[in-house]
T-cell receptor, first 112, second 112 residues
Framework: QKEVEQNSGPLSVPEGAIASLNCTYSDRGSQSFFWYRQYSGKSPELIMFIYSNGDKEDGRFTAQLNKASQYVSLLIRDSQPSDSATYLCAVNPPSGTYKYIFGTGTRLKVLA | DVKVTQSSRYLVKRTGEKVFLECVQDMDHENMFWYRQDPGLGLRLIYFSYDVKMKEKGDIPEGYSVSREKKERFSLILESASTNQTSMYLC???????????FGAGSRLTVL
């Protein structure tokens, strides 16, 4: 069974701090990696995607991918109370399949 | 912006009823998906469609069927609803190559 694992949290950080969310995956052939944010009672919305090893930055968000360690992370700088949500990591297995595998999510609480 | 519209946000049905969940996307996407989301279990794929009248079973297809008669519309059908199908149902779409799932607002189904 191919898996994506996340710590369920809650991860609590003070306002203005850096939040670090982590995700590991088991299928070494995975090619695409996604972070979604989901507010309570709402549907997931895309934050970032990353395909290549290294860092990818978009505003306050940085995704980091290490394929050798099968590890992807999301850093949120200058965390705001509005960032409080559940963050889902998703992995797209090797091309030719469309079975995105989702982690169960990490709940982030940013304390004002 | 891609828009994925789910016709019903909240439904309450009785055990044994037939339930239709409708999903429409307005960006000419080939691929459409139905997921269910339950606490602690994350998102699980029910069915996937890559073209009109084409479908593939996901991880949990039992008790569900789907219909895709037009490219923009993907329907999920519960032939005889049961209490264990009480869940949040999420429709999503994507274009091959883009790999980014765009979700609808979700349909929260309660089966009594």
């Amino acid at each position: 069974q191919k898996e994506v694992e996340q710590n369920s949290g809650p991860l609590s950080v003070p306002e203005g701090a850096i939040a670090s969310l982590n995700c590991t995956y088991s299928d070494r052939g995975s090619q695409s990696f996604f972070w979604y944010r989901q507010y309570s009672g709402k549907s997931p919305e895309l934050i970032m995607f990353i395909y290549s090893n290294g860092d990818k930055e978009d505003g306050r968000f940085t995704a980091q991918l290490n394929k050798a360690s099968q590890y992807v992370s999301l850093l949120i700088r200058d965390s705001q109370p509005s960032d409080s949500a559940t963050y889902l990591c998703a992995v797209n297995p090797p091309s030719g399949t469309y079975k995105y595998i989702f982690g169960t999510g990490t709940r982030l609480k940013v304390l004002a | 912006d891609v828009k994925v519209t789910q016709s019903s946000r909240y439904l309450v049905k009785r055990t044994g009823e037939k339930v239709f969940l409708e999903c429409v996307q307005d960006m000419d996407h080939e691929n459409m998906f139905w997921y269910r989301q339950d606490p602690g279990l994350g998102l699980r794929l029910i069915y996937f469609s890559y073209d009109v009248k084409m479908k593939e079973k996901g991880d949990i297809p039992e008790g569900y069927s789907v219909s895709r008669e037009k490219k923009e519309r993907f329907s999920l059908i519960l032939e005889s609803a049961s209490t264990n199908q009480t869940s949040m149902y999420l429709c999503a779409s994507t274009t091959p190559g883009a790999n980014v799932l765009t979700f609808g607002a979700g349909s929260r189904l309660t089966v009594l």
